[in-house]
């Protein structure tokens, strides 16, 4: 079911003059030489879509930098003014947004905290009825796709219709490379169910240094993305607020050079014939995984039966054990990857155990 957005196109309210779209500049504006300076550096390369800046930080605990406040709205104006560049500011309850449109702001996005929280996106949207202002919504700290779209439909149903999503990765439990975990798939699912909707990757919150930064900015238009957001400092090593995960207007500058933009569909009729039989083949592999699947599930039903019929529990280890080992040795020597194998295994075994507890849950036929 696809989502009933009323949204502008990406076009229509940011203008991109080269591929990719980039919106960069320090993650806090920390004095006013510092902001101006380094969107000076950043419009010079000629590669900025528009200049972002937090000046309202929400932080973890007390005591850490919550940002310089409203007088950064002064700062941002001062860059804008001096490179043309458009401002982008996060905000986070009504009084932000107040500010901001009095000072002129011309995006506004909402940061993955304030996306968690309901009641605090309606305050946000109540503050925006009736203006005509693009917003851009990042999505919530937790894997919570229902979050991210309830936080994308209030705004919307406040009437902005100049409307984009923010992927910045997602708050896990276990350890990685990344600050916050890519989770592309819920990316995915929302680009989804909604075609029309503008996402911008955040490889700075996703990353949480720079080395890594390149590599998700690739990973973000190969996705078809439209963009990135990435933070950039004119000296990161002393940034106030996550000075790891900024680089400096220049490394920027290369690390754009080397994205390569890729294209949705082909150009040439060759190519576009050639993945349209691929894809016919894909087409018909794929009826027969699932016709195999429900196969499978056929035979599921009636072990079932037989173990409600002869008082058996429904999970017996040492099955479970078998097949993954079975399975991952075969998947192996067919190249397949073992954790895709396991996973895959995992979601037919979580089928087949829903499948076993409805039969057993039905009385059995007493003769």
């Known amino acids: 079911m696809k989502l009933n957005f009323n949204i502008e196109p990406l076009e229509n309210w940011l203008p991109v003059k080269h591929q990719p779209l980039v919106i960069a500049g320090p993650c806090s504006a920390e004095t006013e030489d510092q902001l ?173 240094n720079r080395e890594l930064i390149p590599y998700i900015s690739q990973k973000a238009l190969d996705l078809e993305m439209n963009g990135v957001m990435i933070e950039s400092h004119i000296d990161p090593s002393v940034a106030w607020t996550d000075a790891k995960q900024q680089l400096t207007p220049a490394a920027l500058s290369d690390l754009i050079d080397n994205l390569t933009v890729r294209q949705p569909e082909p150009k040439d009729q060759g190519v576009s014939d050639k993945l349209a039989e691929l894809r016919k083949q894909i087409d018909k592999i794929d009826d027969l995984v699932i016709q195999k699947i429900a196969e499978r599930m056929s035979i599921v039903e009636k072990i079932g039966e037989h173990k409600r019929d002869n008082d058996m529990t429904i999970l017996q280890l040492n099955r479970w054990d078998e097949i993954i080992n079975k399975r991952a040795d075969f998947a192996k020597a067919l190249k397949l990857d073992a954790e895709f194998t396991t996973k895959l295994l995992e979601l037919i075994h979580a089928e087949s155990i829903k499948k076993q507890t409805e039969i057993m849950n039905v009385t059995k036929v007493v003769e």
Request: proline content about 6%; charged content about 20%.
């Open 36 to 208: 101006v300076a380094t969107a000076h550096l950043l419009a010079k390369t000629g590669k900025i879509t528009a200049l972002r800046a937090g000046i309202w930080k929400p932080r973890t605990r007390p005591g850490e930098f919550e940002g310089i406040g409203s007088i950064g709205l002064e700062w941002l104006n001062r860059a804008k003014r001096e490179t043309g560049l458009p401002i982008t500011v996060e905000v986070a309850n009504a009084k932000h947004v107040e500010e901001a449109l009095a000072a002129g702001v011309d995006i506004l996005w909402i940061g993955a905290r304030s996306t968690a929280n309901p009641f605090t996106v309606q305050e946000i949207a109540d503050a925006l009825r009736g203006v005509d202002i693009p917003v851009m919504i990042k999505n919530p700290v937790n894997p919570d796709l229902s979050l991210w779209i309830g936080a994308l439909e209030r705004i919307n149903q406040a009437g902005i219709t100049k409307l984009a999503a923010i992927s910045r990765g997602f708050s896990s439990y276990e350890k990685s490379a990344f600050r916050n975990e890519p989770m592309w798939e819920l990316s995915i699912q929302l680009k989804t169910l909604c075609p029309e909707l503008p996402i911008i990757c955040d490889p700075s919150h996703i990353c949480g």
